[in-house]
T-cell receptor
Framework: KQEVTQIPAALSVPEGENLVLNCSFT??????LQWFRQDPGKGLTSLLL?????REQTSGRLNASLDKSSGRSTLYIAASQPGDSATYLC??????????FGAGTILRVKS | SQTIHQWPATLVQPVGSPLSLECTVEGTSNPNLYWYRQAAGRGLQLLFYSVGIGQISSEVPQNLSASRPQDRQFILSSKKLLLSDSGFYLC??????????FGAGTRLSVL
């Protein structure tokens, strides 16, 4: 059974810092990995999707990497801003077009 | 462009009452549809998914059911709500094998 773990559970950083969020999964048989952002009481916004054959994806200040063989992904946020404060979720797509989610990392960027 | 609608945004229901949450998608045809639940401080749990009209797969045994009466309509129901049904319910859609797009969610409180 696929399990997804995100570390740390919560993170508080001063504005301007670069930071890394970690995601690990137990079964390397995935189709892709997706990073989402969730603001309090809101739905999920897709940030980046990495196909299983890819190593990384970039969008603006965000860079996500994938090491499928070791079951790890990282989300790198450059020059963090208070507006980046949110919960970040990673999810892997498994057989049957289903997503298995981690519990998320709560990020707070202090101004 | 495609959009996903979920309603209501919030709902307070007494224990033992019925439930009906509706999700509709516009701008696409034959999407995969999903219902997730997010308990406080936890990740998303897949409840149901559907690859077509009348085709529903249940992921976990529970007090809930789902139906897909039309191609772009997905309904989550219960005959008698339990306290443990409280949570944040999210509907999502995806083109086959691709990114999942989420609705704004419904906050359900069962009292």
């Amino acid at each position: 059974k696929q399990e997804v773990t995100q570390i740390p559970a919560a993170l508080s950083v001063p504005e301007g810092e670069n930071l890394v969020l970690n995601c690990s999964f137990t079964d390397s048989a995935i189709y892709n990995l997706q990073w989402f952002r969730q603001d309090p009481g809101k739905g999920l916004t897709s940030l980046l999707l990495i196909q299983s054959s890819q190593r990384e994806q970039t969008s603006g200040r965000l860079n996500a990497s994938l090491d499928k063989s070791s079951g790890r992904s990282t989300l790198y946020i450059a020059a963090s801003q208070p507006g980046d404060s949110a919960t970040y979720l990673c999810a892997v797509r498994v057989y049957g077009n289903k997503l298995v989610f981690g519990a998320g990392t709560i990020l707070r960027v202090k101004s | 462009s495609q959009t996903i609608h979920q309603w209501p945004a919030t709902l307070v229901q007494p224990v033992g009452s019925p439930l009906s949450l509706e999700c509709t998608v516009e701008g696409t045809s034959n999407p995969n549809l999903y219902w997730y639940r997010q308990a406080a401080g936890r990740g998303l749990q897949l409840l149901f998914y559907s690859v077509g009209i009348g085709q529903i797969s249940s992921e976990v045994p529970q007090n809930l059911s789902a139906s897909r009466p039309q191609d772009r309509q997905f309904i989550l129901s219960s005959k008698k709500l339990l306290l443990s049904d409280s949570g944040f319910y999210l509907c999502a859609w995806s083109p086959l094998g691709n990114i999942q797009y989420f609705g704004a969610g419904t906050r359900l409180s069962v009292l």
